[in-house]
Each structure stands twice: as C-alpha cells, then as structure tokens.
C-alpha cells in the first residue's frame, strides 16, 4: 500500500521508491511513538501521504518531467483486469484511465490525496480523517469537491469521457 | 432543492449515504435537472475509472532497499539503546527513589519535567504505575514510551509499550514483506502461520522478542506462552529435484525427498510454483502421511509450465513436531519452447559461462540468484537463509566460482549434485 500510496501521489515511480523507503524509514524509527491511538495501518498512511507532499513540494518546480514519467510508465501496468472479453471496451477504459490518471496529477494536494485515499486505497471517511488530521465533515466535502473538480478538468481535455 | 445543494452532495448520494428521504429528493432532482443528471453521471463514471486504474506494483529491488535502510536504522538504534540502557544502570535506582519521593510528596510536576528520553523512558514499572495514579501528575510527556492514553490501567505500561513496539516492528517487517511479494506471487495465501522465512533466525535483530513470531508450535494449550525454538535446526531434510526434460506445456515431474531424524506422525507437503509454473495437484499437496525416521520418502512434483525460462518452486512442509516446518524454494532456469530444438546446454557447460555482475551490499540469496539467472544454473537454498549482504565483483567470473565466491562471503557452501547447487549454511548448525 505504501508504495502505491506514493506513486499515485507523486506520479513518478523513482520518486515513489524513494518516499517509500523514507516513509519506512521514519516509520521504523519512530515505532515507538506509535501509540495505538490509530490503527497501525492508518498511522503508517499518514507517514506515506507526509513524506510523499513533502517530497511533491520539494519536486514542484518540475512538474512537466512528472507527468512524462507517468505517461511512461502507465501502459506497463494496465495489464490486470479484464471483465470484458471485448477489446474495444478495453481500449476505451484503457484510454480512459490514461486520461483520468494525468487529470489526478492535475489536482492540488488535497484533492488528489482525498482521492487516493478513498477511491484508490479504500479508505473509511473515518480512517481518511485520521490520516489527514482533519474533521470527518472536511473529508467529505473534500470528497465532493476533489470528484467535481476532477471531472472538470477531464471534461476540460477529453473527448473520451463525455461520451458516457 | 437546487442545483447548487445538489453537487455539494453528490459524492454522498454516490456513495449511499444519504438519508433514505434525502437521497429520494436529490434522485428527483437528478431525473428532472439535466445538467446535474449528467453531472451525476460524470462523476459515477469517474469513480469507476478511478477505483480500477490498476495498482502499482513496487519494483523488484524496492524491498531489499528499504531492508538495506532498516538495517542501518535498527544498527543506529541498538548503539542507542546500549547507551541508554547503561546510563539507566547507572542512574535509574536514584531515578526511581526520587520519582517516588516526588509522588509522594505531590510533586509530580518535577518527575514529568523533560530530562532526556531514555531516563523517563525507564521508569520502573511499579513506579510508573504510581505516577500514573493522580489525575494531571504525569501529563504525556515527550519521551516517547511514557505516555499512553489508554489500557494503562492494568500491567506495566512499559510492558505493554514494548508490546506494541514489538508488535509495530514485527507488522513493518510484515508489510515490506508484503510489499516485495505484491510484486511477484500475490496470490499466494501459504504458509499460514508458520515460523520459517524471514524468522528462520537469521537476520532478525537481536532486541527483537521472539514470541511475536513463528509461534506455531511447542505453544501449551492455554498455559504461559513459551517462546518457541526457532533456533532448533530443522529436522526436516528436503531436497527437490527437478524434471530431467522441462518442457513447457506438458506435464513434467522433479521430485522431493524427505528424510528426518525423529519419526514424525504426521508431515503435510505441498507445492506452490510461480506465476506460469501450476502444480498438477489439488491444493499442491504432495504427500500428507507419516515420516519415519531414517527413512527418505520420495514424492513427485508433477508441474507444467506456461512459459519457457527460468520457474520458481516452492517446497512447503508442515508437521506439529519441533522444528518440523521447513521450506524449500528452487529454480528451475530451463524450461523449454515444446518445439524448441535441442535440450539446454548442459549444466556443467553453463557453470563455467562467465557471469558479468557487481554486487554492492547485495543479499547473498539475490546475489545467487542473479548469477544462477544468469548463467541458467540451476540453485537450491533454503528459505530464510541469505539475508546477509555481500559485495563482490564478478565480472569475467566463470558462474560456478562466482557462486562460490558470493556464497562463501556470505558463509555458506556450495555443494553440487546433478547439475544443482545447493546452498547451505557453512557451519551446519546456525549459531543463536
């Protein structure tokens, strides 16, 4: 998880790698401040999501390197599902997550880590609120707010997606 | 209800978790508003392409980078902890009389004051019990294994502190565990709960309870909990030879044999292979019967490969005796194409093929790994065993000496048989 935690909030495997092994690192070194408060696995997510922003932030005057690395990498991974036996269906979602994974690189911090979150990882509103530090109702309407966005800026580029 | 409320909820009513009343009104709208029905539709549309991009997968040398950090941290901190632990030798009892002196005079103020962390750290149990009586006494103070909001009632707080510690490293080490094997073989739900791989005792840090892993057996039914032998070497000798002729597509047999010291009653036997590698068994189980000791019994691993080139088997067996849960993993590098001309080269030839590789503080099982890949040798190593890290140049190295040279470094042997390195310990039995 923590891995593909920092590759969707980043966008950049290399990056990912290194803020995972940052992330276990910190994570490892500070086991002792766990207190049990918060599931382990929630207190794991927010070391993830802070090192991966914190390392985003420092990367932030490169964004445009950023999403060439992701156009690279993506097609190497869209390999696992295959409810459909129709290839043109296929093509279709395939050029649609292409499209929905560069509008995610798009979205500011909150929005595409809300995201990542609950869509991506599975999230409780709940466990989101822990990992974020901030009220149930925020993650909500953070929610709301990241998905319409989203939607904008894919309506804004993609042809694909309108068509549903 | 207008458009305005009804996108602020949208991503609720997709959700579900609405008010029954509230949802019926907002679907309402939705039917009637054609742009936020669209809207609507949008978003659900999203959510799906979101919830099925694929997951990204750690590459493979991730997990032993995070291991080579780890290693560097837990070092780190065991020069730490010896530090602490001789300071609080030194100091502690003075320490602890006055923390309780300080309580009893309703000082606790003085006792929470931020001295360094190890020094608060360890305060006594029983002491600790006692501050944490008086209601503001101890506030939660910065040191980091002093305050623990809740379940501090009962037992030792410093007890229960290192319990989650213990129990916090052992999940870390789990999920990068987890996360190398997301990588490759996520399917695979083997072993349950058995006391091998990374806990076979070699490279577990030494501050590490033993009884938060393998206890899978000499566990009393409801008595103490005994800290199981994970050091008893095991009493389970298993050596897996592979199919004579690997082809792919058809089903081919290597063989297992097993052989142990004392009878055991009961010894469970399964196969697991890689991705393209099935077993053609149900459940690959091999064999689930009696071992006697002395005895070497000979299973067949009946296998088909979907793929030609190198395949991973896994060797699993399960018994209730001491030590008798072992596992074995092996390569096979030589599956061939069905129609593919001539057999592999020989073994023997392929040993002596120059490998061309550097190792920088490599785990020795990788490093053999990469040089058997290769050179398209075939090697046998027992699970758990090369977490030591080595660095080698081989470059220009024929593979057999390159096998031994890595091995060796690492403190192991290399003994070949039918064109099979296996790889086991040097000194036979692995020191506590």
Same mark, same amino acid.
């Given at each position: 998880?923590?891995?593909?935690?920092?590759?969707?909030?980043?966008?950049?495997?290399?990056?990912?790698?290194?803020?995972?092994?940052?992330?276990?690192?910190?994570?490892?070194?500070?086991?002792?401040?766990?207190?049990?408060?918060?599931?382990?696995?929630?207190?794991?997510?927010?070391?993830?999501?802070?090192?991966?922003?914190?390392?985003?932030?420092?990367?932030?005057?490169?964004?445009?390197?950023?999403?060439?690395?992701?156009?690279?990498?993506?097609?190497?991974?869209?390999?696992?599902?295959?409810?459909?036996?129709?290839?043109?269906?296929?093509?279709?979602?395939?050029?649609?997550?292409?499209?929905?994974?560069?509008?995610?690189?798009?979205?500011?911090?909150?929005?595409?880590?809300?995201?990542?979150?609950?869509?991506?990882?599975?999230?409780?509103?709940?466990?989101?609120?822990?990992?974020?530090?901030?009220?149930?109702?925020?993650?909500?309407?953070?929610?709301?707010?990241?998905?319409?966005?989203?939607?904008?800026?894919?309506?804004?580029?993609?042809?694909?997606?309108?068509?549903? | 209800?207008?458009?305005?409320?009804?996108?602020?909820?949208?991503?609720?009513?997709?959700?579900?978790?609405?008010?029954?009343?509230?949802?019926?009104?907002?679907?309402?709208?939705?039917?009637?508003?054609?742009?936020?029905?669209?809207?609507?539709?949008?978003?659900?549309?999203?959510?799906?392409?979101?919830?099925?991009?694929?997951?990204?997968?750690?590459?493979?040398?991730?997990?032993?980078?995070?291991?080579?950090?780890?290693?560097?941290?837990?070092?780190?901190?065991?020069?730490?902890?010896?530090?602490?632990?001789?300071?609080?030798?030194?100091?502690?009892?003075?320490?602890?009389?006055?923390?309780? $002196? *300080?309580?009893?005079?309703?000082?606790? &103020?003085?006792? %929470?004051?931020?001295? !360094?962390?190890?020094? =608060? /750290?360890?305060?006594?149990?029983?002491?600790?019990?006692?501050?944490?009586?008086?209601?503001?006494?101890?506030?939660?103070?910065?040191?980091?294994? $002093? *305050?623990?909001?809740?379940?501090?009632? &009962?037992?030792? %707080?410093?007890?229960? !502190?290192?319990?989650? =510690? /213990?129990?916090?490293?052992?999940?870390?080490?789990?999920?990068?565990?987890?996360?190398?094997?997301?990588?490759?073989?996520?399917?695979?739900?083997?072993?349950?709960?058995?006391?091998?791989?990374?806990?076979?005792?070699?490279?577990?840090?030494?501050?590490?309870?033993?009884?938060?892993?393998?206890?899978?057996?000499?566990?009393?039914?409801?008595?103490?909990?005994?800290?199981?032998?994970?050091?008893?070497?095991?009493?389970?000798?298993?050596?897996?030879?592979?199919?004579?002729?690997?082809?792919?597509?058809?089903?081919?047999?290597?063989?297992?044999?097993?052989?142990?010291?004392?009878?055991?009653?009961?010894?469970?036997?399964?196969?697991?292979?890689?991705?393209?590698?099935?077993?053609?068994?149900?459940?690959?189980?091999?064999?689930?019967?009696?071992?006697?000791?002395?005895?070497?019994?000979?299973?067949?691993?009946?296998?088909?490969?979907?793929?030609?080139?190198?395949?991973?088997?896994?060797?699993?067996?399960?018994?209730?005796?001491?030590?008798?849960?072992?596992?074995?993993?092996?390569?096979?590098?030589?599956?061939?194409?069905?129609?593919?001309?001539?057999?592999?080269?020989?073994?023997?030839?392929?040993?002596?093929?120059?490998?061309?590789?550097?190792?920088?503080?490599?785990?020795?099982?990788?490093?053999?790994?990469?040089?058997?890949?290769?050179?398209?040798?075939?090697?046998?190593?027992?699970?758990?065993?090369?977490?030591?890290?080595?660095?080698?140049?081989?470059?220009?190295?024929?593979?057999?000496?390159?096998?031994?040279?890595?091995?060796?470094?690492?403190?192991?042997?290399?003994?070949?048989?039918?064109?099979?390195?296996?790889?086991?310990?040097?000194?036979?039995?692995?020191?506590?």
């Amino acid at each position: 998880m923590a891995y593909a935690t920092a590759y969707r909030l980043i966008g950049d495997p290399d990056a990912a790698c290194d803020a995972t092994q940052d992330a276990y690192v910190r994570a490892y070194a500070s086991l002792r401040t766990f207190r049990g408060n918060s599931t382990f696995s929630t207190w794991l997510y927010r070391i993830v999501v802070n090192v991966s922003l914190d390392l985003l932030r420092r990367r932030a005057r490169a964004p445009e390197p950023l999403t060439a690395a992701f156009d690279e990498e993506e097609p190497r991974e869209i390999e696992v599902v295959d409810h459909s036996a129709d290839p043109q269906r296929d093509v279709e979602r395939r050029e649609r997550q292409a499209v929905v994974l560069k509008a995610l690189q798009r979205m500011s911090e909150d929005h595409r880590t809300v995201l990542v979150l609950f869509d991506l990882n599975g999230l409780a509103y709940e466990e989101i609120a822990e990992v974020l530090q901030v009220p149930l109702g925020t993650v909500k309407s953070r929610l709301n707010r990241a998905r319409l966005a989203m939607r904008d800026a894919i309506r804004e580029d993609a042809e694909l997606f309108g068509a549903v | 209800m207008n458009c305005g409320t009804v996108r602020e909820k949208m991503s609720l009513v997709a959700e579900g978790e609405l008010p029954a009343e509230e949802l019926l009104v907002i679907r309402a709208h939705l039917a009637e508003c054609g742009a936020c029905g669209a809207a609507y539709r949008e978003l659900r549309q999203l959510v799906e392409d979101l919830r099925s991009l694929p997951r990204p997968r750690p590459p493979v040398g991730l997990r032993a980078r995070i291991g080579l950090a780890l290693d560097a941290v837990e070092e780190a901190e065991a020069t730490e902890r010896t530090v602490v632990r001789s300071l609080w030798e030194v100091a502690g009892p003075y320490l602890a009389a006055a923390a309780v $002196v *300080a309580i009893a005079f309703g000082l606790a &103020t003085l006792v %929470s004051r931020p001295h !360094s962390r190890g020094q =608060v /750290a360890r305060v006594p149990t029983g002491v600790t019990n006692a501050v944490e009586s008086p209601k503001e006494g101890l506030p939660a103070a910065p040191g980091p294994d $002093v *305050a623990r909001p809740t379940a501090s009632k &009962t037992g030792s %707080s410093d007890a229960q !502190s290192d319990a989650a =510690v /213990a129990d916090a490293t052992r999940r870390i080490r789990e999920a990068q565990d987890k996360l190398a094997m997301q990588g490759r073989d996520a399917k695979q739900p083997w072993p349950p709960e058995l006391g091998t791989g990374r806990s076979s005792g070699v490279g577990g840090p030494p501050t590490e309870p033993l009884g938060t892993r393998g206890n899978t057996f000499g566990a009393p039914v409801g008595g103490q909990e005994t800290i199981p032998t994970l050091n008893v070497p095991t009493q389970i000798d298993v050596n897996f030879r592979p199919p004579s002729e690997p082809v792919v597509g058809t089903s081919v047999s290597g063989t297992v044999e097993l052989s142990a010291r004392d009878s055991i009653p009961r010894v469970l036997v399964t196969a697991t292979g890689d991705e393209g590698l099935t077993i053609d068994k149900p459940g690959g189980v091999l064999y689930s019967g009696p071992l006697r000791a002395g005895d070497v019994v000979r299973v067949p691993v009946p296998m088909t490969a979907s793929q030609a080139g190198l395949h991973e088997v896994r060797i699993d067996v399960q018994s209730d005796a001491p030590g008798g849960n072992t596992n074995v993993k092996a390569f096979i590098p030589n599956f061939r194409a069905a129609g593919a001309p001539a057999p592999a080269p020989a073994p023997t030839s392929a040993a002596d093929k120059p490998v061309n590789l550097v190792f920088r503080k490599a785990p020795v099982r990788q490093a053999l790994l990469d040089i058997a890949r290769q050179a398209g040798l075939r090697i046998e190593m027992a699970e758990g065993l090369g977490q030591e890290r080595i660095s080698q140049d081989v470059r220009g190295v024929p593979a057999r000496a390159a096998l031994r040279a890595v091995a060796e470094e690492g403190g192991y042997q290399v003994e070949e048989e039918a064109g099979v390195f296996r790889i086991t310990r040097g000194t036979s039995t692995g020191g506590g």
